[in-house]
């Protein structure tokens, strides 16, 4: 593994499918922000490491006491959520080697466990393209006709959903984001911008209850998620060792 491991941290959109006040990174959960929980959580697993949070301009909400780690920074977010990561690679660029492992983890994304963040670095070690947390899709999948009738069933045995973190070599992330951006491809993570260079990250199963928080009735659901969390610490799942 390599020396220095990087997480950046984009917490810099505005929730609009939220809609609520204030970015959702910054509303509560059991008196405590959203963003609070995902860096305690961060620190927990890896408290070495090296934190690059991106934050919005005006970043009013924002209380740096927040952040558990001794060595981290700020940068501001870009339009979009690419960007906001580019931004974070820029900053650390003269301090990280291209070798070393950079963990992009969604502010919105308080559940994850400490398990999953321990298991993907371990799982990626000694991967040559890197990869991130999955969970296969359970549902059957329709897709629609955009008049709201179904215009296909579509086979889910392949199918899976992307979590965060998701982890890569900096030298790489960096070029694949940069390639993405010139490019004018459009991507929503980072392994995407990685597949566009034609490689193939690895999917790491990860758990499902590491939800992003995206709609109004996901807060209560990450309450939830978190309490369990809490209550029954060891909760076994059927996630294999990679
Ligand atoms: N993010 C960011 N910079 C942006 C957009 C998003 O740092 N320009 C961050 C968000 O703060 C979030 C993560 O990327 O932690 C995942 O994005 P998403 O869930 O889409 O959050 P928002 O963009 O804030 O929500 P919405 O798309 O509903 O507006
Ligand atoms: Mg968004």
Known sequence: MSETLW???????????????????????DGRPVLAHTLARLYQAFPASRLCLCLDIEGSSFDPAWVPFAGWRRVTGGAERVDSVIHALEAIAGEAADDDLVLVHDAARPCVTVDDLQRLVTCLADDPVGGLLATRVADTMKRDDGEGRVAATQPRSDLWHALTPQGFRYGLLRRALRHARAGGIAVTDEA?????????????PGRRDNLKITHPEDLALAALVLSAQAAIPSTKTTIQPC
């Open 192 to 204: 995407s911008a990685v597949e566009a260079l034609g490689l193939s990250p690895q999917l790491v």
């Open 7 to 29: 997480l950046v941290v984009p917490a810099a959109g505005q929730g609009r499918r939220m809609g609520a006040e204030i970015p959702k990174q910054y509303l509560s959960i």
